[in-house]
């Protein structure tokens, strides 16, 4: 089993900047993908921010040049950083990993349990 903490959530005004982070701990030898998904209110949950083992990273094009995903292996810590933000950017965060192959929770995604932005215009 894997577990996940995010933190650094709040409000902050239009323009500004947070940064999240996501704390794994369990078995984290077995993951391999981490990343970052949101859900507005009244929206599906999508995909923000994804980083591989290896280091490459995917971007959801409206976040592209704004959000940076980065990954220290030593802590098992993943972070989001978010700059110039819009309101259109205001929901809950939510951390996810996803158990590489040749594990037996092969595929297996876990979850965090959400870290609210608000971005006020």
């Known amino acids: 089993q894997v577990q996940l903490v995010e933190s650094g959530g709040g409000l902050v005004q239009a323009g500004g900047s947070l940064r999240l982070s996501c704390a794994a701990s369990?078995?984290?030898?077995?993951?391999?993908?981490m990343g970052w998904y949101r859900q507005a209110p009244g929206k599906q949950r999508e995909l923000v921010a994804v980083i591989r083992s290896g280091g490459s990273t995917n971007y959801l094009e409206f976040v592209k040049g704004r959000f940076t995903i980065s990954r220290d292996n030593a802590k098992n810590t993943v972070y989001l950083q978010m700059n110039s933000l819009k309101p259109e950017d205001t929901g809950v965060y939510y951390c996810?990993?996803?158990?590489?192959?040749?594990?037996?929770?092969?595929?297996?995604?876990?979850w965090g349990k959400g870290t609210l932005v608000t971005v006020s215009s």
């Open positions: 369990g078995r984290v030898f077995s993951i391999n993908v």
């Open positions: 996810n990993a996803v158990c590489g192959s040749g594990f037996a929770c092969n595929g297996m995604n876990y």
